[in-house]
């Protein structure tokens, strides 16, 4: 999570130091949940090693896969994290996960020690705005074959280890032509 933070180049390193004893660590089993839907997210996760997929039940009961957070990523039910409601997905470990979690109590004690804190929160809020924006446009102009040639190029040595139900679910389309996608691209 420091390495995230010293990239954003803001904040000084005895600052940064300040981070060392608000954030714990978490190991995840393959298939275990990290929150589940109704439950409110009082922490954020940084993916040191694994693969979480946050996921939800559509109003037919289908099991929908909203995203997925690599390696060097942050994971959380970001809505339920801010506005503290109860979350509408659940977060599952799709491999063995090794996690730095920061609680919502420790984030806001970050906050109150100064600009340098706030503004990192801020770019990190920016950043997954910015994620979220892209994968709704994506939807719109993208087919689900350009989907998985994005995903394809930015997280290859990932594929292989996501169920091909979730990949489908993901980027929108039948398990059936994920196979032909698959198949025409590889």
Request: hydrophobic fraction near 35%.
């Amino acid at each position: 999570m420091k390495s995230v933070f010293q990239s954003i180049q803001i904040i000084p390193q005895n600052e940064l130091d300040q981070l060392d004893d608000l954030i714990t660590t978490r190991t995840l089993k393959k298939g275990e949940l990290l929150l589940k839907e109704n439950q409110i997210s009082k922490e954020i996760y940084f993916i040191k090693k694994g693969i979480l997929r946050s996921c939800f039940f559509n109003h037919q009961g289908d099991e929908i896969t909203n995203c997925f957070a690599f390696e060097n990523e942050f994971m959380a039910s970001f809505s339920s994290f801010i506005t503290q409601n109860v979350a509408e997905e659940n977060i599952q470990a799709l491999a063995d996960t090794e996690l730095e979690v920061l609680s919502r109590g420790n984030l806001l004690k970050l906050y109150e020690l100064g600009p340098h804190w706030q503004e990192i929160g801020r770019k990190l809020t920016e950043m997954e705005y910015v994620t979220l924006q892209k994968r709704m446009i994506s939807f719109q102009k993208l087919s689900g074959t350009q989907r998985y040639e994005e995903l394809y190029k930015n997280h290859q040595k990932y594929l292989q280890l996501i169920p091909l139900q979730y990949l489908a679910s993901y980027l929108g389309v039948t398990p059936r032509h994920l196979s032909r996608i698959r198949k025409a691209i590889l």
